[in-house]
């Protein structure tokens, strides 16, 4: 288990608990009681945290490396059903984007999402969830099969980014994102996109068009990273939790702004904290929204996404 | 704002400061890139192309519209919409702040402007983005000016050419900025159903969002030579692949040479090119202007 700088004070209560039950088993003596004083020292304390969490901290919480990831997501949801595809039929099979079809109860889903890595090796072979072109084109692909058989479709997002380089900028990073962008618009099947982590972008904007869009509850969603930002504005890496408080990256933010249409819960703590109930909030959002989707007809739903994302930005009309 | 250009050449404005120090009369242009000095007439008349070298010096909308409308007639649409600051957005200066500012030293509103005229002599819609403000950047104004130029198109079936020059969004208006770039490509696919041809012209420089989106959704992409034009910036990409990057890496003869673009045409002949291509589109469905 990791902890983040201010999880502190759980970790420390944990480790208690576990010294408490050391004591317990030696001695032979019940120490049920004092556990379960702990126990609700840590619920209190999760809450205090929760209560007062800033930007940054969210930022944090969503690149926490106990969060589950995209596959764990689907696979939690599919119940073994999951039937991962490969491939952009074009370049190769890009790692950081992931795909494939399975069952939520009884109905058929396309999932689509950017993928992490949770050991050194991994983050590595998933390109710390950097897709490049070939992602994204594998990503229209199963769209557009997914439109075929009348499929609805859930893009789950995390990704600090299209990733920058040299062979992504040959094979048109910027084409490829653009094109889901358009093609997104007008998929005559339900979309739901849900960012699950890192929102960054125009590399989580090229799976996020949607007749939904939900952020979960420690997720950040906007043009840039804290951290880049910071950088370019500012010129120094040290501006990165004023840069968050700035930018408005919050789900609660978002919402405010129109920006986004939903928020799902996460456990008391974070998703990492309790995983399984996690994709429990998931799933149960997901049938609420399949439900209320697969009931409009196609080309409302096209018109009422395209309105949706028309009516989006903050300007004056002079007279 | 149709006559200011001119006022702008009288006065010698369009020479940069750093050339202006160098050039004691003020109606010289020096190309920074071969350094020869020609009268600003000349330059002018060659539609801002260096004649010896072919250097295209940056412009902004109201050469370009001087340079595609007949005889710079043109009328602005959507000149009533201003920037707002959604974010209260602060870093070494405000917003606000900000946008006065350049609204001053720019006279402009915002990074795009959109205008309807005669190019050889068949109306086109034509919104091209201005670098000089806050360079170039996508911000809600530029999504909504280009939102309401598309619909001018699909009401009065006018063709549409789109001038990028802009370093991305905006990140004063954050994730406002970030869905411009939806924003836009939801409008395109209405252009699209509409049948109405959309040329995407790319100049010196298109990164970031705007080439994440618009920029890249033509029926036609065509390039200035030389522009550079990219996802990522230059700089960003060599931190990334820790390498020196190719010589000629993101230019207009790179990015056609892999494919993403029809092709790139000199911006003297900027105008004609792009009314063939509409006439051979629209095949006398374009109405005769004047
Ligand atoms: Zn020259």
Partial sequence: MNFLDFEKPVQELLDQIEKVKQVGEKGKVDTTGTVKDLEDKIVETRKQIAGKLTPWQKVQLSRHPDRPYTLDYIEALTNGTFFELHGDRNVKDDKAMVGGLGKVGDQSVMFIGQQKGNTTKMRQYRNFGMPNPEGYRKALRLMKMAEKFNIPIVTLIDTPGAYPGLEGEERGQAEAIARNLFEMMRLKVPVICIIIGEGASGGALGIGIGDKVLMLENTWYSVISPESCSSILWRSWDFKEKAAEQLKLTPEDMLHNKLIDGIIKEPLGGAHVNPQEAFAFVKEELHKQLEKLLKNDPEKRIQKRIAKFCAMGAFEEKK | ?290
């Fill in chain 2, 1 to 290: 704002m149709a006559d200011s250009w001119f006022q702008r050449i009288k006065e010698g404005i369009t020479t940069s400061t750093r050339e202006k120090k160098e050039t004691p009369e003020g109606l010289w242009y020096k190309c920074p890139s071969c350094k020869k000095i020609i009268p600003s007439e000349e330059h002018v008349a060659n539609a801002f192309v260096c004649p010896s070298c072919d250097y295209h010096e940056r412009i902004g909308s109201i050469e370009y519209f001087y340079l595609l409308f007949d005889d710079n007639k043109f009328l602005e649409l959507s000149t009533e919409i201003m920037p707002t600051d959604p974010l209260h957005f602060v870093d070494t200066k405000n917003y606000k702040e900000r946008l006065k500012a350049t609204q001053g030293s720019t006279g402009l509103n915002d990074a795009i402007r959109t205008a309807v005229g005669p190019m050889n002599g068949k109306g086109v819609v034509i919104a091209c983005m201005d670098f000089k403000f806050i360079g170039g950047s996508m911000g809600s104004v530029v999504g909504e000016k280009i939102a309401r130029a598309i619909d001018y198109c699909i009401e009065n079936k006018l063709p549409f050419v789109l001038i990028s020059k802009s370093g991305g969004a905006r990140m004063m208006e954050a994730a406002f900025s970030l869905m411009q770039m939806a924003k836009t490509s939801a409008k395109l696919t209405l252009l699209a159903d509409a049948k109405l041809p959309f040329i995407s012209l790319l100049t010196d420089p298109t990164t970031g969002g705007v080439t994440a989106s618009y920029a890249m959704l033509g029926d036609f992409n065509i390039a200035e030579p030389g522009a550079l034009i990219g996802f990522a910036g230059p700089r960003v990409v060599k931190e990334t692949i820790k390498k020196d990057l190719p010589k000629g890496f993101q230019t207009s003869e790179f990015l056609l040479e892999h494919g993403f673009l029809d092709a790139i045409v000199n911006r003297k002949e900027m105008k004609n090119k792009l009314s063939h291509l509409f006439s051979m589109l629209m095949q006398g469905k374009q109405e005769e202007v004047s």
